[in-house]
């Protein structure tokens, strides 16, 4: 899948696709249903935007974003998307009239043939577009557009703000029942304060900057190795929190990799939360907490066994 970062002065091959838009936070199975109406009328692709624009618009406001740019292209990709229009979203294009963002962007910038939306769709300065908007601005421009209704898992809307829901309650297997794949925390491998390693648990810590926090605790997870040597994919156990043996801390997310030995600093991985196993707690000692983990990675080898 090829990336595209601006959509002014694009070559050619660049031009003219079929393209789902939208800020497809989460690729969930309604994203997916909006991506499957663009496919089959020119090169598949899907116009987003970087910041997501309620970021923009509220910096200061709680995290709220299910997927990071990085997950999101993997997931894209995983479903066939040849192009990805990630469009930098800052004043300018915010100041865009719809007319201006139709006839600039979509047919000018992008020059795209087909534009596929959800029913609840708006776009333009103050988000005062529609979809009807958009319509007759396709007939007008050149591109033809279609609406796509909203996808329902037993009879409730399949949306970002449910899954939100369900993870923030401990719940991943309900919000991968709406996302159609588990939900996954993808980035670099950081480096910590290496207390695992002396527990005889090395650890794998990520960073949860800008995105929404499921609930604190412990987790059965599956993790893909994304990039270097030791590429694959791995079982684990991982502690989503603040870590509280050791005083309150910025949020993080610590996986420790069954079966596995080796270095993955600078390394990209992917870790899908499986099931919530217990919330974090605090031992009065490191025996204690050694006796937890045990137990925590004896479950989670139970669950993933059984998947």
């Not at 066939?80 to 800052?90: A, D, H, I, K, S």
């Amino acid at each position: 899948m090829r990336i595209v970062q601006d959509w002014q002065g694009l070559a050619p091959a660049d031009r003219g696709a079929s393209v789902a838009m939208g800020n497809f936070d989460g690729v969930h199975l309604g994203h997916r249903a909006v991506i499957d109406l663009a496919r089959g009328q020119g090169p598949l692709g899907v116009v987003t935007f970087e910041p997501h624009p309620r970021e923009y618009f509220a910096p200061a406001a709680p995290p709220f974003r299910l997927m990071n740019p990085e997950a999101r292209a993997n997931r894209l990709a995983k479903l066939g998307v040849e192009r990805l229009y990630q469009l930098p979203f800052n004043a300018a294009l915010a100041a865009l009239t719809p007319e201006g963002f139709a006839r600039d962007v979509l047919a000018g910038g992008l020059g795209v043939r087909h534009v596929v939306v959800g029913a609840d769709f708006c776009f333009g300065k103050g988000r005062s577009g529609t979809v009807a908007d958009l319509q007759r601005l396709g007939n007008a421009c050149g591109f033809a557009v279609t609406v796509a209704d909203m996808v329902q898992a037993e009879g409730t809307g399949i949306s970002s703000t449910a899954i939100r829901t369900a993870l923030t309650e401990g719940r991943p297997r309900d919000a991968a029942a709406m996302l159609g794949h588990w939900h996954r925390i993808e980035g670099e491998v950081i480096h910590g304060e290496k207390r695992g390693r002396e527990l005889g648990y090395p650890t794998a810590n990520m960073a949860l900057t800008g995105l929404h926090l499921p609930r604190l605790g412990v987790y059965a997870v599956k993790v893909d190795v994304l990039t270097g040597p030791q590429a694959g994919s791995y079982g684990g156990a991982a502690s989503l929190g603040v870590r509280p043996m050791f005083g309150e801390n910025t949020p993080n997310l610590e996986t420790f990799l069954f079966d596995f030995t080796g270095d993955l600093y600078g390394q990209h991985l992917s870790v899908a939360l499986i099931d919530y196993l217990r919330p974090e707690l605090k031992f009065d000692g490191l025996p204690g907490l050694i006796t937890q983990m045990d137990a925590d990675c004896g479950q989670a080898r139970t669950i993933l066994a059984a998947l």
